[in-house]
């Protein structure tokens, strides 16, 4: 089947307003933003449909009700793992549930949502221990709440394999945040060095974002021309700011975006592109998921870069299946079904496969997040292999 009359999926449309800048007419705008959520858009012969997924975090949403309450309901990091020496992470007992079978994982520390934070290095101990098990690559969205240095220090005290694709995750209409980030960014560059360090991605659906608040569509028109050269400064900056740390090896700087909001002059400016594909979101049923994902992401993306002078190199930032629904009525998607088998089903016909056929992508994602679930419902927060509590879901994890 051609993708010109095929559905296409992607995630997300969440605005991540810090507090700080929520004004009374953002949150509207973020309001009718999520009322949109479900919509057919054109853009050429393409159709597409505009699934929510409250990708990532980076700078957090968090009204700051309740949030205590909150994250001490999913957190039961101490018994998730158990360890030779209690005082020595690195002498984590393995699972043997758990195979390396993946390319990535995407990932974001519990209680990394700014200004609420509250994630601890405990916690991201036991994430890093049990994400070791699975892959030797992991991505996040944001540097907020220290969670960069969170990571590498984890990384650092367990002594495993394991590199980082760190995130910074700006904000089109707040200068503020990306700052912050990329501050803590430099910070834990500084302090942790390159080893574990494979790139830094500056924008998270950026440009879906920009698009979406400008009452615009394709990437490539002129608002997202006008989105594209904000989001390239930020880019830049980060490209300046990391080169005058003098590091001993050069480090890819991309962006990660749904996967048809690619912007042409974005591509031009970075290293790599990461792109969300959810077969769920584009209501295609689970039988044909694993190939629709991959069809998606060659025409799309790989074949697009491939036209441009830089080539950006181009992984797969986002692909998974729901398992659950905080709303039964959000349980399906047309023929796609939340559901743990469905979850088997995907990791059964994608995993392995797109290792053979050289696909990086990150699985998405490690845990569920309890976070999305109050925030955003339907199925945002149950992505995860695991559990919130960090316990493995109903899962065999395929052995490739
Ligand atoms: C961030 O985390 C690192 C590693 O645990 C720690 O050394 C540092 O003190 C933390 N910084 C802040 C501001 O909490
Ligand atoms: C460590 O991880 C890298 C990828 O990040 C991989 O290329 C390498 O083979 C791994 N090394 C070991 C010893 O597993
Ligand atoms: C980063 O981007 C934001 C908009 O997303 C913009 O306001 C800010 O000026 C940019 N900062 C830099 C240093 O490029
Ligand atoms: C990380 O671990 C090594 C030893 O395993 C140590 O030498 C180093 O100082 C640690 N800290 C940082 C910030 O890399
Ligand atoms: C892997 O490649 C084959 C052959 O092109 C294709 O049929 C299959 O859908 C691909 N699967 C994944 C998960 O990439
Ligand atoms: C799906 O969830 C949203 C909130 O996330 C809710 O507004 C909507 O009513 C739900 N749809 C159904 C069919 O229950
Ligand atoms: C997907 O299915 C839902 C109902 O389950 C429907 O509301 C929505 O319009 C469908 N979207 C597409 C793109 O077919
Ligand atoms: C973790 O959460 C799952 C799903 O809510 C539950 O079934 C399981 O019993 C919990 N495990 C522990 C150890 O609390």
Redesign the pocket.
């Known amino acids: 089947m051609s993708l010109n009359n095929q559905q296409q999926g992607y995630s997300s449309v969440e605005y991540p307003y810090s507090n700080a800048a929520y004004s009374s007419s953002q949150w509207l705008e973020k309001e009718q933003s999520r009322s949109r959520r479900s919509k057919w858009i054109t853009i050429g012969s393409l159709v597409a449909v505009l699934g929510l997924i409250a990708i990532g975090v980076g700078v957090g949403v968090t009204v700051a009700k309740n949030h205590k309450s909150s994250s001490s309901s999913s957190s039961?990091s101490s018994?998730a793992v158990e360890q030779t020496d209690p005082n020595d992470p690195s002498t984590f007992k393995l699972d043997a549930r758990l195979k390396k079978s993946f390319y990535g994982i995407a990932y974001t520390p519990e209680g990394s949502q700014y200004p609420a934070c509250g994630n601890s290095l405990e916690q991201v101990i036991t994430d890093i221990q049990l994400l070791s098990q699975l892959t030797d690559q992991i991505r996040l969205y944001g540097a907020d709440c220290n969670q960069t240095a969170l990571v590498l220090e984890a990384i650092n005290q367990t002594k495993v394999n394991m590199t980082v694709w760190l995130g910074n995750y700006p904000i089109p209409t707040d200068p503020a945040p990306y700052e912050r980030q990329r501050d803590a960014i430099i910070d834990a560059l500084k302090t942790y060095g390159v080893d574990h360090v494979a790139g830094i991605t500056v924008g998270n659906e950026y440009m879906l974002n920009y698009l979406n608040a400008n009452g615009a569509t394709d990437p490539n028109s002129d608002i997202g021309n006008q989105g594209a050269q904000l989001l390239i400064a930020n880019i830049t900056d980060t490209r300046t700011a990391v080169q005058a740390l003098n590091l001993p090896k050069t480090i890819p700087i991309g962006t990660a975006d749904a996967g048809s909001f690619f912007n042409t002059e974005v591509l031009e400016a970075v290293d790599y592109g990461m792109s969300n594909i959810h077969a769920w979101f584009a209501n295609v049923s689970i039988s044909q998921a694993a190939g629709w994902v991959n069809e998606f992401f060659q025409e799309n993306n790989v074949q697009v870069a491939q036209t441009l002078s830089n080539k950006p190199q181009f992984f797969i930032a986002e692909t998974g299946w729901p398992t659950a629904s905080k709303d039964a009525g959000n349980e399906s998607n047309g023929p796609s079904i939340a559901s743990e088998p469905n979850l088997q089903t995907f990791l059964d016909t994608f995993v392995c496969q797109a290792n053979k056929n050289g696909t990086g992508y990150f699985f998405f994602e490690y845990f569920d997040e309890t976070w999305k679930d109050e925030e955003f419902g339907g199925v945002e927060g149950h992505w995860g292999l695991f559990?919130?509590?960090r316990?493995l879901k109903d899962i065999t994890i395929p052995t490739c």
């Open positions: 039961s018994n559990y919130s509590n316990t």
